[in-house]
């Protein structure tokens, strides 16, 4: 889904580049609607257990990108499946 950014559409996604002995290695890129994708950062998670992971929760409508909108039919679109979402 595209945000709004500052020179039109961005997509950002995530993929994994490496899996092993415990540690998940992913590369963030992003790219407009006419660019190839490119890289902007590699995160290193361990993977270790979380406490309850029932409290983590990923929801960009109540929480989105600092500096990053998305356009009013993206919205529309996403709202109906986090809001079935937020009710477990």
Known sequence: MPYRGEFGPVEIAARTVESRDGQWNIE???????SKWKRFAVVHLDAEPLPDPA????????????GAETYPWARRLRERSYAVARKG
Do not use: W
């Open 28 to 34: 963030l890129l992003h790219a407009s609607s006419t």
């Open 55 to 66: 409290d983590l929760r990923f929801d960009s409508m109540l929480n989105p990108l600092p």
